[in-house]
């Protein structure tokens, strides 16, 4: 086995380790903090003349303040099926129609909920970190089986611990991203 294919197999390693943090960071988006945001909503499919559609392409969803989203249908009649589909994803929010946009009040989190959602931040944090170590594990067979082919074992030993280094890399990420989304849960 050559540099080469030992080369590739890093450059694998750190995809899926990024592609890891990509998913933590897509997951931690989705936890409410207490602020409107129009993530929240994002992940809403709406019954859209018979097809399953995201909210953001029969609506524009915006921020009025802090605690409140406006939900702006581009047809009117879409007001009964996006309520319809909000009220479906159990968010945990009431949406309030006035004929011609949607609000929706974010209520403030209860200490409790915050406690919730942190475990569930740390969760997801936790989910990210057994990625790194299966990825970890997969490359550290391959370089021992390269150096049973014949890859010296002084360089498989130094691959070995550039892995190692990059699983830390992307474990401490990993850990900012969560203390991060633990800091915007816990704050009033």
């Given at each position: 086995?050559?540099?080469?294919?030992?080369?590739?197999?890093?450059?694998?390693?750190?995809?899926?380790?990024?592609?890891?943090?990509?998913?933590?960071?897509?997951?931690?988006?989705?936890?409410?903090?207490?602020?409107?945001?129009?993530?929240?909503?994002?992940?809403?499919?709406?019954?859209?003349?018979?097809?399953?559609?995201?909210?953001?392409?029969?609506?524009?969803?915006?921020?009025?303040?802090?605690?409140?989203?406006?939900?702006?249908?581009?047809?009117?009649?879409?007001?009964?099926?996006?309520?319809?589909?909000?009220?479906?994803?159990?968010?945990?929010?009431?949406?309030?129609?006035?004929?011609?946009?949607?609000?929706?009040?974010?209520?403030?989190?209860?200490?409790?909920?915050?406690?919730?959602?942190?475990?569930?931040?740390?969760?997801?944090?936790?989910?990210?970190?057994?990625?790194?170590?299966?990825?970890?594990?997969?490359?550290?067979?391959?370089?021992?089986?390269?150096?049973?082919?014949?890859?010296?074992?002084?360089?498989?030993?130094?691959?070995?611990?550039?892995?190692?280094?990059?699983?830390k890399k992307h474990e401490d990420q990993i850990e900012a991203l969560v203390k991060s989304k633990e800091n915007d849960i816990m704050t009033i």
């Amino acid at each position: 086995m050559d540099d080469e294919i030992i080369d590739e197999l890093f450059m694998e390693a750190d995809e899926h380790m990024n592609n890891a943090i990509d998913h933590l960071k897509e997951e931690l988006v989705k936890i409410r903090t207490g602020k409107a945001s129009p993530v929240l909503v994002s992940g809403i499919k709406v019954d859209y003349y018979g097809a399953p559609t995201p909210l953001s392409q029969v609506a524009n969803v915006g921020v009025a303040d802090a605690k409140t989203l406006t939900i702006q249908p581009w047809e009117k009649t879409m007001l009964s099926p996006i309520e319809q589909a909000i009220f479906a994803a159990n968010l945990g929010i009431t949406p309030m129609n006035d004929g011609e946009t949607i609000r929706i009040n974010i209520p403030p989190l209860t200490e409790d909920r915050r406690k919730d959602l942190v475990k569930h931040a740390k969760s997801e944090g936790e989910k990210a970190k057994v990625s790194l170590r299966n990825t970890r594990q997969k490359a550290m067979k391959a370089i021992k089986q390269a150096v049973k082919d014949g890859y010296p074992e002084d360089m498989g030993k130094k691959k070995e611990d550039e892995i190692g280094k990059m699983v830390k890399k992307h474990e401490d990420q990993i850990e900012a991203l969560v203390k991060s989304k633990e800091n915007d849960i816990m704050t009033i």
